[in-house]
């Protein structure tokens, strides 16, 4: 309902140089301001607007607001004076003409509130409630019966009868001005002015003066609109080299010249430029600066090239550039900027250093005052032009417009452009930010891995070994066979004659950078023995990891001979890593790097060969030699496309030999629970609490999921308001539903949909959802059957019907959490409130296009659509587990976002294992069950295959969806100082820490060591910080009380 949202604390200009305040409401409704209102700071909102009381106000555009449900008027005033009827606000047409209006009476402390329905006036007044510079919250409230309020700091200080205001369009709105020509201004300052359409409760109001006293969060993505890592060089499909831009702009630049991302100590990797013809070529800009700019980089030089430059963004020499450089040869900083072909400069003297990294930074504020800052210090200021907002043609990073100037030599990171000025404190936290090692992902940039743990057979009954990386590129088994394996828990052995994997093309192998690792067990001292051979069209020798006494490298025909031996009957990881670029080379075995050095600079290797494990190619795809067979086993091949770190390498060797849970014995309590992400795999989730419309003034829901699959609202469900959820949707069962657009989603792994419903009848064969491309044609359905509260779970596989039928589990007049899950198998399970109540053998879906797709509506033109309420549906393209359903049905009765889990991951780790199933003979059946309406309503008999069961959907009694535990146990893994965010709220819980540990056998040395549960945000949070020598996890173990139980168990010990 908010109409209206003027924060008030900034002056912006227009297009027509005209000042103006910002509305962030969804109306955008800015406000010209009028005389001389200025922006000024405050202790306690931050900034606000300050008016004279002789001539300043703030004049809004035309308003036609349906005020038929009532309406709030909220602001945070401080009055100098008393004017003559001063007003915070006086909407209306004129004088007295339709007029809304907030004051106070003649110079009285009195507040008043007026509503003029056409000439006739009602007035609602609490005396000497205003005060004399003092901040007050006061706050007007009319519901649609006309009944109002007026609040003073939260609480309610008088009430009445007014008219509600007639609905049409008023063209004479002020804040701080009256309609009445003799009354006087407004003198003193405001912020935070909100417009409603319905009355706010005092919760709502109070809400409102917490959110605008607390200080918002830094956001150094605001306004950004180019940040340039520059820490990785990509090929577009042009194979043109390019740098990537990470802003929401997406700029990237295309790299000239041969300019190298190298490695840094500091910055991670960062952009090398020669000094001679290396440069970035950025495309075209046409960016507002008419609120500022702010440009940022990390900048290390190794020689003052002549006005060699940072960045020189115009459209020619001289022709509205934007500039940052070195002056001359010199080390003086010099920022410029041409309107048109007239320059200003601020230039910084002698804060410029030689093979030293600098963070320097220009912001220039909206009235064109710049600053200079070096390391997040300012070093200079001046007055210069604000840019002109015009289309930039010739944007160059390394490189001038003009032809006479040089290159810049030396190095760069993290560039970035803002069209804001930037504070001091968001300049030293995007420092802080840079030198902030990444958070370590061992799965960017891979291209291959094979766990080499199983074999599986595929449709055309190929035994394979499974690629669990996103490019799934089994490879094909010849011979070699899953034996068990005390470190790994299953590898592949080969026979050292005729044992080999091959996949073949092998489209994605890279060609510039790579990384390849794998493990070898191996005691044979007599053949040489080729874990890994890459042959392609051009050479059988393009990579080439051969003999395992003296480890020889070959890379496109060159070769190295390294001498590392790993042929000692022991498990070695052997990792190889190649840059094309500068050819350099290195060798890790078990994580330590013993042999480096260059090969095969500039050349690359053809994609699209094959990939052999276990034998030596001597052409493509074959030629094998015996005694170049490895005899041995392997475990864990990855292949990338990128150069791993020494710290990445032992990251995968750690990951590699955590050892799976153990599903027989559950885990003793004083374990850490498993990282919990119920975003895994979501490819859809509608809260289903508003509608809203598109640009084509259609209604739809929102999906919150990555996916952004808005539902088009069908008939005329309404938002309703409801105690568990906030809002949720409610349908007539009529007409009724919403429309999904097309997906194609991959439910090889597995499906879950989940869903809050009530229902109010059980409709003939009505839906939760049905997901198809027609009646009987690969459709996923979850309803009920026929008109009974019998839940019915159905996949078509094409048009062939499986079925799972859970007898009387819904119930009318309540929220029921449904849910069903399918895995890989098609073994499906359905449950209620979260406890399972059913399950049986269906089929997985087909991964097929699908374009009908309804909530609440069936493919079938007969069945009848859902009759009630729905909330939080979900789908996903895996099988959640029951502790999975258990967190979402928390995330959405506590009001938690489902970025929150209850569990926190450790810091550091990295989440790569995979799980895969070895297919079985799975026989096609069909169940025998009631079809739904539109399909053959008979039963099918099928003759069962020898030896198959009659397995039958099996039901248990849900256990009460109101059980509580008194308490709850969590274990986290920390290091460092992080606050751990529980998820549990302080209204509920009680948190105690019940002990701490290392977590390991051996001694720790722990300088510091503190642990305290906080509330923040009505959320336990837990704060640590332990300065560990060792830098070693930590185990921290905190119970979590209800605290109805805390009022028992002191009672106890009274």
Not at 501 to 526: G, R
Not at 637 to 649: A, D, F, P, Q, T
Request: hydrophobic share 30%.
């Amino acid at each position: 309902g908010l109409q209206l949202h003027l924060p008030l604390d900034e002056i912006v200009e227009n297009a027509a140089k005209e000042k103006e305040v910002v509305d962030v409401s969804p109306a955008k409704l800015k406000g010209k301001v009028n005389g001389e209102a200025k922006v000024v700071a405050d202790s306690k909102l931050g900034n606000c607007l300050n008016f004279d009381g002789v001539d300043d106000y703030i004049q809004m555009p035309e308003m036609n607001i349906d005020y038929s449900q009532g309406l709030t008027v909220g602001a945070w005033v401080q009055y100098n004076s008393f004017k003559k009827w001063s007003r915070i606000i006086d909407f209306g047409n004129g004088a007295p003409n339709d007029n809304i209006l907030f004051a106070n009476e003649l110079t009285t402390n009195n507040l008043a509130f007026q509503v003029n329905k056409g000439t006739t006036q009602n007035r609602v007044k609490a005396d000497g409630k205003l005060e004399l510079n003092q901040w007050v919250y006061v706050t007007v409230t009319v519901d649609g019966s006309g009944s109002s309020k007026i609040y003073k700091n939260g609480e309610e200080v008088q009430s009445g009868l007014v008219h509600l205001p007639n609905n049409l369009n008023r063209t004479n709105n002020y804040i701080g001005k009256s309609n009445w020509s003799v009354d006087g201004y407004f003198h003193g300052k405001m912020s935070h002015l909100r417009m409603y359409n319905r009355p706010l409760s005092p919760e709502e109001i109070n809400e409102c003066m917490k959110v605008d006293e607390t200080p918002p969060p830094m956001d150094i993505n605001r306004g950004l609109q180019l940040h340039l890592p520059l820490d990785e060089i990509v090929e577009n499909a042009a194979k043109e080299k390019e740098v990537v831009d990470v802003s929401p702009a997406k700029l990237k630049g295309k790299v000239n010249g041969e300019a190298k991302v190298v490695a840094d100590s500091k910055l991670g990797n960062c952009l090398n430029f020669d000094g001679v013809d290396d440069y970035i070529q950025m495309p075209e800009m046409n960016i507002d600066y008419s609120q500022g700019l702010t440009v940022g980089a990390w900048v290390q030089y190794n020689s003052f090239k002549n006005w060699s430059r940072i960045i020189d963004f115009g459209k020619g020499p001289g022709n509205n550039n934007i500039l940052f450089a070195n002056e001359g040869t010199t080390q003086n900083l010099v920022f410029d900027v041409y309107q048109g072909a007239t320059r200003n400069r601020i230039k910084a003297d002698g804060k410029l250093e030689l093979n030293q990294w600098l963070y320097l930074t220009v912001t220039v504020d909206g009235s064109g005052s710049g600053k200079v800052y070096k390391n997040g210090e300012e070093v200079q200021s001046a007055l210069v032009h604000l840019p002109n907002n015009l289309n930039r043609t010739k944007n160059y990073i390394g490189k001038s417009n003009w032809s006479a100037d040089a290159f810049f030599h030396g190095k760069m990171s993290n560039l970035r452009l803002y069209n804001r000025a930037l504070s001091k404190e968001e300049i030293n936290e995007c420092m802080k930010v840079d030198e902030a090692p990444p958070a370590m992902d061992i799965n960017r940039g891979l291209q291959l891995h094979l766990p080499l743990n199983e074999i599986v057979e595929n449709a055309a009954k190929e035994k394979e070994v499974v690629d669990v990386s996103t490019s799934k590129l089994n490879g094909k088994v010849n011979g070699a066979t899953v034996v068990a394996d005390s470190r790994f828990g299953s590898c592949l052995n080969f026979d050292g004659n005729d044992d080999y994997i091959i996949i073949n093309p092998m489209a994605n192998f890279p060609s510039e950078v790579l990384t390849v690792s794998c493990w070898v067990k191996s005691n044979n001292t007599k053949k040489a023995g080729t874990p890994v051979s890459y042959a392609n069209s051009q050479t059988d020798n393009a990579l080439i990891l051969y003999d395992i006494k003296k480890l020889i490298l070959y890379i496109t025909g060159a070769t190295k001979e390294t001498g590392i031996a790993f042929n000692d009957g022991k498990w070695h990881c052997v990792t190889v890593s190649w840059n094309s670029s500068d050819g350099q080379l290195k060798v890790y075995l078990d994580g330590e790097e013993k042999d480096s050095g260059t090969l095969s600079k500039g050349k690359k290797i053809t994609s699209g060969g094959s990939l052999v494990l276990g034998q030596e190619q001597d052409k493509l795809a074959g030629g094998f030699d015996v005694n170049q067979a490895l005899e041995g086993q392997m475990a864990h091949l990855r292949l990338y496309n990128r150069v791993l770190s020494k710290e990445e390498i032992n990251e995968c060797m750690k990951v590699d030999q955590t050892p799976p849970p153990v599903e027989q014995t559950p885990p003793p309590v004083e374990q850490t629970p498993a990282p919990m992400d119920i975003n895994k795999g979501l490819q859809l989730h509608l809260p289903l609490n508003e509608i809203v419309e598109n640009a084509a003034k259609e209604k739809e829901v929102v999906d919150v999921s990555a996916s952004k699959l808005n539902g088009k609202v069908n008939g005329s469900p309404e938002i309703v308001a409801d105690p568990n959820f906030g809002n949720c949707i409610n349908f007539d069962g009529v007409d009724d539903y919403i429309q999904m657009p097309e997906m194609n989603i991959n439910y090889s792994q597995g499906f879950t949909v989940e869903a809050w419903v009530y229902y109010q009848n059980f409709k003939n064969q009505s839906r939760v959802i049905d997901f198809a491309n027609g009646p009987g044609k690969n459709n996923i359905i979850f309803g009920n059957r026929t008109t009974t509260n019998d839940g019915l779970l159905v996949v078509f596989v094409g048009s062939t019907r499986k079925a799972i039928e859970v007898k009387g589990i819904l119930e009318k007049n309540q929220w029921l959490y449904l849910t069903a899950t399918i895995d890989k198998s098609g073994n499906a399970k359905v449950y209620k409130n979260g406890q399972e109540v059913g399950s049986g053998l269906v089929a997985i879906p087909n991964s097929v296009n699908r374009t009908k797709n309804y909530v609440g509506n069936s493919n079938w033109s007969a069945d009848q659509l859902f009759h009630g309420k729905m909330s939080n549906l979900r789908v996903y393209n895996r099988a959640l587990s029951k502790e999975e359903i258990n967190e979402c049905m928390k995330v959405d009765t506590t009001g938690e976002t489902d970025t929150k889990s209850t569990t926190t991951k450790p810091t550091g780790e990295t989440d790569t294992k995979s799980t895969t199933t070895k297919p079985t003979g799975e026989t096609d059946t069909k169940s025998t069950t009631t079809k739904p309406t539109g399909e053959t309503d008979t039963k099918s008999t099928t003759t069962k295959p020898t030896g198959e069961t009659d397995t039958k959907s099996t039901t248990t009694e849900p256990t009460s969806a109101t059980e509580q535990k008194p308490m709850e146990y969590r274990i986290y893994q920390v290091k460092g100082n992080p606050t751990i965010k529980t998820g549990y709220q302080a209204s509920e819980w009680t948190a105690v820490i019940a002990g701490f540990n290392s977590g390991a056998q051996q001694k720790h040395k722990v300088s510091a060591l503190t642990i305290m549960p906080v509330i923040e945000d009505e959320e336990w949070k837990i704060k640590c910080d332990l300065k560990d020598t060792d830098d070693r996890y930590w185990d921290v173990a905190v119970l979590f009380i209800r605290n109805n139980m805390v009022n028992r168990v002191n009672n106890f010990y009274r």
